[in-house]
């Protein structure tokens, strides 16, 4: 009607849309050059105010100062949000830790900041139907006479109850751990690729030789969670709490503290090892266990090889 071209309408409109989008991007209200001062504290001739260039050179102190026997110099050890806390109680310098963030990134000061992702693999639920898929394993302590206390390290499946892998030592490292793996595989005569390893969070566990060792058999090792042993529920049935004379035992096994320890008090290492091995035979071909229908792991095991259909009859949620 006013006999305009489209092209002009369009180019305006376009014009006007690119103006708009400019304004949505401003980066907000500009960050103040000063801080507050509050207290008897004053700077600038009784100022209640401190410009970002005093600050600065009041931060450059804390962290050029190389002089590990004076106690400030663990300030500059703090993050962004401690340290704006500090100012404000020690200078009365009431500042922002996210321009304390701005400022310590131009002048060099932020530390590296490494990723928290958890590293390690969490426990998760899983049905088990038959032997060798789940293992627990831990570290118990064994009183001796002679020795004191020894370190016995046990493997256990889940599924048919069977101590699997054992070691006995008066220390137990991540080799140790890797050494009795390596022979309860071997012992079992299984596909480690379809084996699952469930511990607690202890070094030996979490050492990186031992997960690369795991890694490369494709052997899947699971975590426990942290102040809760249901999560390792079966090798914790192991476990009982025993008071001796200024000590606080972790004893391996209720059932092996009722029928084991509180009848046997080893000499020695050696002698331990031949009265646990011979209370393991029994754990294994004699006691009866009622979450296996009062069958002992040989004969459930026997079994189960004989008629895999007993699983239908037997799945462990663990």
Known sequence: MLEL?????????????AETEEKKKSSGRPCKPYSIVIGNRSWNGGCNFIMDEQLVELLRELYENENRDDPYYY??????????????????????HKKLDK???????????????????????????????????????????TNGLLQVLSFIDVYDKWICGLYIGKHCTHYDVKQT???????R??????????????????????????????????FGIKHNPNSQAY???????????????????????????????????????????AYIHYYHCLRPHGSLGNMTPFDFRKEFFENPSISENLKVYV
């Not at 793996?181 to 012992?187: F, G, N, R, T």
Request: glycine letters at 4%.
């Open 103 to 145: 400022l310590r990134k131009i002048c060099g000061w932020m530390g590296k900041y490494t990723s928290r992702k958890h590293l390690y693999n969490s426990s998760k639920e899983h049905l088990i139907h038959s032997p060798d898929s789940l293992w627990q394993v831990d570290i118990k302590m064994y009183p001796t006479q």
């Open 181 to 187: 793996l390596k022979q309860a595989i071997k012992y």
């Open 75 to 96: 300030v500059k050890t703090m993050g962004s949000k401690k340290l704006s806390a500090y100012l404000r109680r020690e200078k009365g310098i009431i500042i922002n």
């Open 189 to 222: 005569g299984i596909d480690p690729s379809k084996l699952i390893i469930r511990s607690d969070n202890g070094s030996q566990f979490k050492a990186k030789k031992l997960l690369k060792y795991e890694k490369e058999l494709d052997i899947e090792h699971e």
């Open 235 to 277: 090798i914790e049935s192991f476990d009982v709490l025993k008071k001796h004379p200024g000590v606080s035992l972790k004893l391996h096994h209720s059932s092996c503290q009722r029928e084991f320890e509180a009848h046997v008090l080893a000499f020695d290492k050696a002698d331990l090892k031949s009265k646990l091995g």
């Open 5 to 17: 071209k489209e092209r002009t309408y369009y180019y305006k409109k376009a014009k006007l849309n």
